[in-house]
């Protein structure tokens, strides 16, 4: 039956991982020969729920962008980690991620090689693994603008992330059993479905063009050509009557019409039914190859429903779909991204803002969420500008102690004339990113007797679990402040409506968290033989609290201060204050 082609609809292909010797490299190839990377980007190309499906799921990885909670109180790290990871390196990183089941940050360091200078999205589908060295690890991979053409576009070597290179490449992954190379994609469950959705449109397509069944049999009857003639009337045949792309044809070559092949038909008599039960069978076992809990979190609405009556169901399915899916990419993406920061000694609480697929689809929560930190990124904005960290080193810390008592009239007035005016906190954050901020300076508190230097801060103490903001963030700063810095927050709004008659500001100084606040100053001092001297050096002298007072050193301040308001008299409240609990009358 020499004379009889079939051809055959397109199978579901597996890879293959292949080890040449004369390559340093290993091949990902289909068992036909070619790259199984760009078997997978025509599967995303010609299946149509495959594409929106995994474009819609790499947005939702993205969200709204890459960002840090902390990034108020570390607003260098996060100005270097925006510049590092902006929109155009995340955005193809998490595409090939998804779709290839890894994803590639192509990492530059400085000329000394002590920093990353810059990082950028290098393509996945042209990478491949070196082999393994004897412990089993991949020390670099190599790249090809064309795998193709390796003698036109040969392979360059890039050493893996960590090797110590001005150049390193970091890939990431899932851990896929049984692969030591490459990493298997989530939805390789749904490759035969993507497989069949394309068949069906390509069939469905060719048909409504040439209006040519698939079913039919080609006969010439004209005697039986040479095997070359018939592989080229065959060629041609088929360019004719169904397109490139081939359908299940049979074309017979016989003696004469009376000899010619027959077949017998099976008729699809109810195809239009046949053909959308295919179609949604595929559709339906893509999404759940890809863990889509509700297709219309991906921009398909099922049965021809609308999106407005099924508000609950894409509420509670997008909440499970974030926690299961989107979660789970996203973490692996910032651990990826953390190991490159930790190079620059960069280290921040990232996430990535989500992203709301409808208006108002947990808008009011988000918006809380959102308000919630934007605030407390605002008060922790603040307290980053003031304050030194506590181990103040080249001093000796030789008292702590209850703040004094008495007001010292000449000491406020020093501080008056070093108060700034009101400044926004967009400013106070550029200014704290751009370095301006100087918690060191020299404060009115300080002194030099007899040689020696002293220098006074204070401490907040109290409660170790606050319930406000300010205090939580005060309490997890656990800095040293001067006593100027302390009034200088005053001027901030940090806890909106504990002031006078309601107001936003108070002194922080004297009233510290507000109104029933479980915290208080307490003061430190510190000695030295000279301002730059290190904890002992021979220039570095231990007093004693009594020592100090004997050399005239002992800054007094408001009875208030060392006090929590719990403990005033109305609980810190103001007697002036119209709303004044009863509680405390």
Not at 108 to 125: L, Q
Not at 317 to 326: C, D, G, L, R, W
Request: proline share 4%; charged share 25%.
């Amino acid at each position: 039956m020499s004379n009889i082609h079939v051809v055959n609809l397109s199978k579901y292909t597996q890879p293959d991982v292949v080890e040449d010797n004369r390559n340093e490299w290993i091949d990902y190839t289909t068992p036909e020969g070619g790259s199984y990377y760009e078997w997978l980007i025509n599967r995303f190309r010609n299946s149509a729920t495959h594409n929106a499906v995994t474009n819609n799921i790499c947005r939702l990885i993205y969200g709204r962008g890459l960002y840090a909670k902390d990034a108020a109180r570390r607003a260098n790290d996060y100005a270097q980690m925006k510049s590092m990871f902006t929109p155009e390196v995340l955005r193809p990183v998490i595409l090939d991620y998804k779709l290839l089941g890894s994803g590639a940050f192509q990492v530059i360091y400085n000329k000394a090689g002590s920093k990353v200078s810059k990082v950028e999205h290098i393509r996945m589908d042209l990478l491949r693994p070196e082999k393994c060295n004897e412990k089993g690890e991949i020390e670099a991979y190599y790249y090809s603008d064309n795998w193709d053409d390796v003698k036109k576009f040969p392979p360059k070597r890039i050493p893996v992330f960590g090797s110590g290179s001005p150049l390193e490449v970091l890939v990431f992954g899932n851990y896929s059993i049984g692969r030591k190379y490459f990493c298997s994609v989530d939805y390789e469950g749904a490759l035969d479905y993507c497989v069949l959705e394309e068949e069906i449109a390509t069939y469905l397509v060719n048909d409504v063009q040439n209006g040519f069944s698939g079913t039919k049999v080609v006969n010439f009857n004209n005697g039986v050509p040479t095997p070359e003639q018939q592989r080229l009337i065959v060629s041609k045949t088929m360019k004719k009557f169904t397109g490139s792309s081939g359908e299940k044809v049979i074309i017979a070559f016989n003696d004469s019409d009376a000899n010619k092949t027959t077949v017998d038909d099976i008729p699809l008599n109810d195809a239009p039914e046949h053909y959308q039960y295919l179609s949604e069978e595929a559709r339906n076992k893509i999404l759940v190859g890809h863990n889509v809990t509700s297709p219309m979190l991906v921009g398909i609405s099922p049965d021809g429903q609308g999106f407005s009556s099924n508000a609950d169901e894409i509420e509670t399915a997008s909440k499970y779909f974030h926690n299961t899916v989107i979660k789970a990419f996203q973490e692996t993406i910032i651990d990826a991204i953390d190991k490159i920061l930790a190079i620059n000694n960069v280290r921040l609480d990232l996430y990535f803002r989500r992203l709301n697929l409808f208006e108002d689809l947990d808008e009011k929560e988000q918006v809380q969420e959102e308000t919630a930190l934007s605030k407390q990124q605002g008060i922790e904005s603040i307290i980053a500008q003031y304050g030194e960290e506590d181990d103040l080193e080249g001093w000796e810390l030789v008292d702590e102690r209850e703040v004094n008592y008495e007001l010292e009239d000449e000491l406020d007035r020093q501080i008056k004339e070093h108060f700034k005016p009101h400044k926004s906190l967009l400013s106070k954050i550029w200014e704290f990113a751009t370095g301006i901020a100087s918690p060191n300076a020299k404060s009115a508190q300080d002194q030099e007797i007899d040689g020696f230097f002293f220098k006074v801060r204070y401490q907040y103490t109290g409660n170790p679990s606050p319930e406000r903001d300010f205090c939580r963030s005060m309490m997890r700063a656990s800095k040293v402040y001067r006593k100027e810095d302390i009034i200088r927050m005053g001027n901030q709004i940090v806890n909106a409506g504990f002031g006078e008659n309601g107001a936003d500001t108070y002194s922080i100084w004297l009233y510290k968290g507000g109104a029933r606040c479980h915290h208080k100053w307490v003061r430190r001092t510190y000695v030295s033989t000279r301002a730059n001297a290190s904890i002992g050096s021979k220039d570095t002298a231990e007093t004693s609290t009594g020592k100090a007072r004997k050399f005239g050193y002992n800054p007094v301040n408001e009875k208030e201060v060392s006090m929590m308001p719990n403990d005033m008299p109305l609980k810190g409240f103001s007697p002036n204050n119209p709303n004044l609990p009863s509680d405390v009358r």
